[in-house]
């Protein structure tokens, strides 16, 4: 028997590989499918199911092309609506993979289909359970982000209480978790950074497993803090349920090299996206571009901030990396690539067009400065890294709620912009400039260095 995880870092997705005697069964496949036809073939193996533990919002799944090309059986649980083929499973059904067995156990609450995986080794020992967004190491999914159902946040949540307590927590400690996300995902709220963990570990460490914790505490618990949804969810559980192109028709058609005069006689009507490092971009950028670097979280923050899925985007991307880009977005659902500025930012510069630029400060010179100065201070955080510490006197507005907030920030003011490291405030600093406020300053390294020099005085 082989288990192995998959996991995709920018996604803060894990899929995983199962193998037993030749016969192969994946669990939440990304858009990408090469990489698990390629484990099949050379260990002369047939892939023969892809478990889905729900129709996913924040990524595009690989299941309709994988099953394509594999000729695999798609399987999701109980309660699924989809336009395609499918086996809906019955609640404790069984399928065979080799001498290994997957028992589909309903588990909803994330959303009304959610389904946890069980793995039952060639002894019929339960070995571990893929829970998808139903638990995660140190957290739970979020009820609230369904898509067209009758039922509210908080019935979800019940449900969800029912689900932990009734069918995974009376499993045997020693079981393996195998969540479908890690840190970072907008599926829950402050997840481990652990990837992988055992289920006796998280009945004394999750706070959702908790001991005598009734339904009505676990309701209020869960729900409390959540942010707004990204807005490209429902757009991923369309084309999740409906279908999609593959991601290799998605990339020849976006590959498209444009120079600085068409991509000037265009700006107005696309969305000029800056996937460089901030660095580079608080140096020098086209007006009117947004700043989501390619060395971070990028494809769930495009799809977080971008509000229009379908509007064309221009790529300003480092030479070489533009099929990167396009890949990773459209991981995401944004199938929308025009094309990129062939040579990149350096080729505008080098025609004389205009550029901008943001100031930078480094931490230790704004700790300096806000000891002596009542500064206009701006934390982009999320609200929980902002209860847990921030700077005196700063406001905190998360950067996925910045674009309806932006008349907090006072233009006439200098603002000075921090998040945990430099990225997400440099991302802020341009959105904050596509709406007119350019009397800002981005503070390197972010609360980390502003902490440690603080810390230091």
Known sequence: MKVEQIYTKCLSQGSYYIESNNEVAIIDPIREIDTYIEKAKKNNS?????????IHADFISGHLNLAKKTNAEIIYGPKSETKFDKTTAKDYEEFKIGNITIVAIHTPGHTIESTTYLLRDANGTDHAIFTGDTLFLGDVGRPDLSQNSDMNNRDLASMLYDSLRNKIMILNDD????PGHGQGTSCGKDLSSETIGRLGDQKKTNYALRDKMTKEEFIKEVLNGLLDPPKYFPSNVELNKNGYLESQIILKESLNAFDANKVEELIKDIILLDVRNENDFSESHIPGSIFIGLDGRFAPWVGELLEDIEKPII?????????????RLSRVGFDNIKGYLKGGVKSWIESNRQTNSIENIKAKDFVSLNSKFDLDVLDVRSQNENLNGSVNGSFNIPLINLSENIMKVKPNNKTYVYCKGGYRSMIASSILNLNGIKNITNIIGGYDKISFHINQC
């Open 315 to 327: 790529l300003l991307a480092p030479e070489g990396r533009e099929e990167e880009a396009i890949t």
């Open 46 to 54: 047939k892939i023969k199911y892809i478990f889905e533990t729900h």
């Open 175 to 178: 079981v393996v978790v195998y």
